[in-house]
């Protein structure tokens, strides 16, 4: 990853923080474009006008780009609170910004290039009231092997999807902990351990999938009654 040109969005907080750092850690020169205030390129990414001077910004800096990891969270709310312009806004952040930067980078992709798009284990199962974000979040897992389809043999296009990441690192301990058919809760390293990896020439089969992380959780069984779990 050593002077690899890597562009992270919504890299300054979460999981998004810690992808960024990994980079750096690894000698990569990292742009981030987040909404929060910082140093780094600050735009909202449900903004045609801030995608595209983000894009440009990045370009006549580097003139190229090895990896874009589309990380940007899409807004969480479900159909009895959920506006027109929020639900249109999550899909765009989710949805429409990975794809626009990613086409405006198409020209500019290196050779061995990768895109990383940041789905959810939300993108196969969910909670009441969250339609905005698990529509984001299915329809990035989908847009990753369209893509896939498309940049063949130029550029590698994966996706994961994280299940319950604590970005603050907290140990769980009770129920919390071993509900998760690996005892415990994931943390943002565990997350981006797997972009450098999918990055790397390591990876350079793995092409258009979807991996899970998510400590089993979507793997388990779950019956009334069997190894404690009841619906009440």
């Known amino acids: 990853m050593n002077n690899k040109v890597v562009v992270i969005t919504g890299g300054a907080h979460g999981i998004g923080k810690c992808i960024t750092e990994e980079f750096k850690k690894n000698g990569s020169l990292v742009e ?7 140093d780094h390129f600050v735009g ?6 801030d995608i595209e001077a983000f ?3 990045v370009i ?7 990896v874009l990891v589309n990380n940007a969270a899409p807004l969480m709310k479900g159909i009895d609170d959920c506006s027109y312009d929020e639900f249109e806004y999550a899909l765009k952040v989710g949805v429409t910004a990975p794809f626009y930067l990613t086409k405006l980078f198409n020209r500019y992709f290196a050779d061995g290039a990768s895109v990383i798009n940041i789905s959810s284990s939300r993108d196969r199962m969910s909670q009441a009231q969250t ?14 092997h369209a893509l896939m389809m498309s940049l063949r043999g130029r550029v590698r296009v994966n996706s994961i999807s994280p299940g319950w990441i604590d970005t603050d690192y907290v140990v769980y301990e009770g129920p919390d902990a071993y509900q998760q058919p690996s005892g415990g809760v994931g943390n943002p390293m565990d997350i981006a351990n797997m972009v450098l990896y999918l990055c790397s020439d390591k990876a350079s089969f793995i092409n258009g999938e979807n991996i ?4 089993g959780m979507t793997k388990q069984m779950i019956y009334h ?6 619906l009440e």
């Open 32 to 38: 981030v474009i987040d909404i929060l205030p910082g």
């Open 44 to 49: 909202d990414l449900s903004k045609k006008e």
């Open 55 to 57: 894009a440009s910004y």
């Open 60 to 66: 006549e800096k580097h003139g190229h780009i090895d």
């Open 131 to 144: 339609e905005s974000y698990s529509a984001a979040k299915g329809g990035i897992a989908s847009l990753t």
């Open 212 to 215: 899970t992380i998510d400590g």
């Open 225 to 230: 009654g069997e190894d404690g779990w009841r």
